[in-house]
C-alpha cells in the first residue's frame, strides 16, 4: 500500500516537471514591452475582431543574419507560421462544433471525412495569409513582421470549396463568425 502511493506521488511529480519543461511549445508574451514598437509587436499574435474585421494576426521575428532580405524573409515565414498555428486551432473548434451538430443531426458525414475536407481548405486560406507590415527595432536590429488573413477570404474560399461537401459548408457559413468571436474572447 504505501509503495503505491508514494509510486503515485512520484510519478505525478515526474508529469508535473515535464509539464513545466513546456513541451518545447512557443507562447509570445501579450506585451513584450519594446519601446518604439508598433502596437502589433508588443501584442503578438492574436484573432482581431475590429473595424476591419475578423482577422488572424501572425506575428513574427529574426534577428540580424548579415543577409537584410534573408532576414526579412524569415520574419515574414515566422509570422506567416503563427496565422496557421491559430488558424488552425480556430478550424479545430469549428470541426469539433461540426462534429458534434452532426451527431445529433441526420448528416452523414465521416469524421474522417470532414477532417480531410478541413485540411484542404486550411492549406488553400493559409496560402492568402499576406504580410502587412514590417518594423525594424534599431536597437537589436530584429526585423519584425506581421501577417494577417481576413475571415472573410476564409469563408469565401470554403463557399467555393469543391473539397468540402454542402452540409459542412452551409454549418461553416452559419458558425463561422460565433466560432471566431468565441475563441477571440477565450484568448484575450
Known sequence: ???????????AALALGLAACGGGQTRLESDLGLSGAPDWVNK?????NDKGGRLFHG????????D?????????????????????????VVQNDYQASAKSGDTSNSEET??????AVTKQNLAGAKIIARWLDKKSNTVWSIAELDAKQVKMTIANSGDMNESTKRF???NADNVFDRVAKEKK
Open 44 to 48: 503578438g499574435t492574436a484573432y482581431v
Open 114 to 119: 470532414v477532417t480531410r475536407q478541413i485540411k
Open 59 to 66: 506575428v513574427g521575428s529574426a534577428s540580424a543574419m548579415g
Open 172 to 174: 461553416f457559413e452559419s
Open 68 to 92: 537584410p532580405a534573408l532576414q526579412r524573409s524569415t520574419a515574414d515565414d515566422r509570422a506567416r507560421a503563427e496565422v496557421a498555428r491559430i488558424f488552425s486551432a480556430y478550424m479545430d
Open 1 to 11: 500500500m504505501q509503495w503505491n502511493i508514494s509510486r503515485k506521488v512520484w510519478i
